[in-house]
């Protein structure tokens, strides 16, 4: 959501303007430091699997990663033709566009969290 508003509000600069038009480099910068923000916050409040000096660099692969899956997305849509991948929320290019960028993150996530606990 704070990618969204800060977009919104001071987006100038286009992020992928071919893949998704709508997505600017201050929605990425704002959704960046509101993650890394709640990265922080989660690290105090609770205990983690790994060291902070693990965990952040870990959120901020997850978070490129998740705008990453999020952009291609976006092209497997384009690619097809179509502009929502479903019915199920008109208006909001479909279920896919809600999750696109936390199934990609959650698949580091694992990946980040597995590494951990093996060494």
């Given at each position: 959501?704070s990618?969204?508003?800060?977009?919104?509000?001071?987006?100038?600069?286009?992020?992928?303007e071919q893949?998704?038009p709508?997505?600017?480099?201050?929605?990425?910068i704002?959704g960046f430091?509101?993650a890394?923000?709640?990265?922080v916050v989660l690290?105090?409040?609770?205990?983690?699997?790994l060291?902070?000096?693990?965990?952040l660099?870990?959120?901020?692969?997850?978070?490129?990663?998740?705008?990453?899956?999020?952009?291609?997305?976006?092209v497997?849509?384009?690619?097809?033709?179509?502009?929502?991948?479903?019915?199920?929320?008109p208006?909001?290019?479909?279920?896919?566009?809600?999750i696109d960028s936390w199934l990609?993150?959650m698949v580091l996530?694992?990946?980040?969290?597995?590494?951990a606990s093996?060494?």
């Amino acid at each position: 959501m704070s990618a969204y508003f800060a977009g919104r509000y001071y987006g100038k600069r286009k992020l992928a303007e071919q893949i998704s038009p709508k997505k600017t480099v201050e929605g990425f910068i704002g959704g960046f430091v509101a993650a890394m923000l709640a990265a922080v916050v989660l690290a105090l409040c609770v205990p983690l699997p790994l060291p902070l000096r693990h965990f952040l660099p870990l959120t901020v692969l997850v978070v490129i990663y998740a705008v990453i899956g999020d952009l291609w997305e976006s092209v497997l849509k384009r690619r097809a033709g179509i502009k929502d991948s479903s019915n199920i929320l008109p208006g909001h290019g479909g279920i896919l566009d809600r999750i696109d960028s936390w199934l990609s993150a959650m698949v580091l996530w694992a990946a980040g969290f597995l590494y951990a606990s093996l060494y």
